[in-house]
Nanobody
Framework: QVQLVESGGGLVQAGGSLRLSCAASGLAFGVYTMAWFRQAPGKERELVATISKGGSSNYPDSVKGRFTISRDNAKNTVYLQMNNLKPEDTAVYYC??????????????????WGQGTQVTVSS
């Protein structure tokens, strides 16, 4: 079956960096648009970054210039490099997969598969 397994979360001070990884199995990784979402307590899940099967990426303004999404199709893995972290970045971060999806797919309902999430906490 399809599995998306996130790792790399943790506690970091404001201004610090973290790199999240999402290892995928059970799917043809190379034809999926991959994304990272996050959900803070009491808030809706929101898109953080997307990357198409061809490597094009898209970000909301809230993280543009600080976060970078990348993928290694040989390893079936997608990454999220997060720099200059802020306390408002604190959330559970989820990896998601969208079959032949658009890099501009921003809705939760666009994504068929989800990981279990990894906690990122940024202290001030």
């Amino acid at each position: 079956q399809v599995q998306l397994v996130e790792s790399g979360g943790g506690l970091v001070q404001a201004g610090g960096s973290l790199r999240l990884s999402c290892a995928a199995s059970g799917l043809a990784f190379g034809v999926y648009t991959m994304a990272w979402f996050r959900q803070a307590p009491g808030k809706e899940r929101e898109l953080v970054a997307t990357i198409s099967k061809g490597g094009s990426s898209n970000y909301p303004d809230s993280v543009k210039g600080r976060f970078t999404i990348s993928r290694d199709n040989a390893k079936n893995t997608v990454y999220l490099q997060m720099n200059n972290l802020k306390p408002e970045d604190t959330a559970v971060y989820y990896c998601a997969a969208n079959y032949y999806g658009s890099v501009y797919a921003t809705s939760i309902s666009d994504y068929e598969y989800w990981g279990q999430g990894t906690q990122v906490t940024v202290s001030s």
